[in-house]
């Protein structure tokens, strides 16, 4: 059973709620959207076809306990479930990333499904698959990558005819980077009242201009 893999590496985790921990990020190859704002354009060729047992003996090295799968899009590969579940079966804290085109059912309950939503300002919102906000239970995160207001309105809309009440994960609205200021769309969230998290990218603040593996 094999993967392709753009990079595994140990860095500091810069997004969702376990931003600023320590993590081993597993960079699938391969992705079936094609963001504007994309900043792993990479990952979408190349990189190394590993075996399950190869992926595992690289994550084991770095000694930490949570771990990431994203992408591209991890789902894209049908042997990624099977990654995730032998990942949980080693007691590790799994995240998975994954851009909401695919449904999401198939993966192991206990992995950590970060639902990133595409807005229409991605180029890319046909593509969603909306049954997967059914399937979303605590600790999964929905996020939104806003890059402009009518982005903003869009996820706002959404999440108020899904719930009229309390949301039922953790909401995060990050602003693509180069194309919204992030103090824009925390007046925005202020205004409205939105029971929201303003997620900013932590290895962009860390490592600014550096492309892979942070």
Same mark, same amino acid.
């Given at each position: 059973?094999?993967?392709s893999?753009?990079?595994i590496?140990?860095?500091i985790?810069g997004?969702?709620?376990?931003?600023g921990?320590p993590?081993?990020?597993?960079r699938?190859?391969g992705c079936n959207l094609?963001?504007?704002?994309?900043?792993t354009?990479?990952a979408h060729?190349?990189?190394?076809s590993?075996?399950?047992?190869?992926?595992?003996?690289e994550v084991r090295s770095?000694?930490?306990p949570? #771990?990431e $799968?994203?992408?591209?899009e991890p789902?894209?590969?049908p042997?990624?479930?099977a *990654?995730?579940r032998?990942? =949980?079966?080693?007691n590790?804290?799994?995240l998975?990333?994954?851009?909401?085109?695919?449904h999401i059912?198939?993966?192991?309950?206990?992995?950590?499904?970060?639902?990133d939503m595409?807005?229409p300002?991605?180029g890319e919102?046909?593509k969603n698959?909306y049954?997967?906000?059914?399937?979303?239970?605590?600790?999964?995160?929905?996020?939104?990558?806003?890059?402009?207001?009518?982005?903003?309105?869009w996820?706002r809309?959404l999440?108020?005819?899904?719930?009229?009440?309390?949301l039922? #994960?953790? $909401?995060?609205?990050?602003?693509?980077s180069g194309?919204?200021?992030?103090?824009? *769309?925390?007046?925005?969230? =202020?205004?409205?009242?939105?029971?929201?998290?303003?997620?900013?990218?932590?290895?962009?603040?860390?490592?600014?201009?550096t492309?892979?593996?942070v």
């Amino acid at each position: 059973m094999r993967l392709s893999v753009s990079e595994i590496f140990y860095s500091i985790q810069g997004e969702s709620l376990y931003a600023g921990l320590p993590c081993v990020l597993i960079r699938l190859c391969g992705c079936n959207l094609r963001c504007r704002y994309c900043d792993t354009i990479y990952a979408h060729a190349g990189g190394r076809s590993l075996s399950m047992e190869a992926i595992l003996r690289e994550v084991r090295s770095f000694g930490c306990p949570l #771990v990431e $799968v994203t992408g591209g899009e991890p789902l894209l590969q049908p042997n990624c479930p099977a *990654l995730i579940r032998r990942l =949980l079966e080693e007691n590790y804290t799994v995240l998975l990333e994954t851009n909401g085109s695919f449904h999401i059912g198939m993966v192991d309950s206990r992995c950590i499904k970060i639902l990133d939503m595409k807005c229409p300002g991605s180029g890319e919102c046909e593509k969603n698959d909306y049954s997967n906000l059914d399937l979303l239970t605590a600790p999964d995160q929905l996020k939104f990558v806003i890059t402009d207001r009518q982005d903003y309105e869009w996820a706002r809309s959404l999440l108020g005819s899904r719930w009229r009440n309390a949301l039922p #994960v953790p $909401v995060l609205f990050s602003p693509a980077s180069g194309l919204l200021e992030p103090q824009l *769309l925390a007046a925005w969230i =202020l205004q409205d009242r939105l029971p929201v998290r303003l997620q900013l990218q932590l290895h962009k603040i860390l490592w600014p201009g550096t492309e892979r593996g942070v």
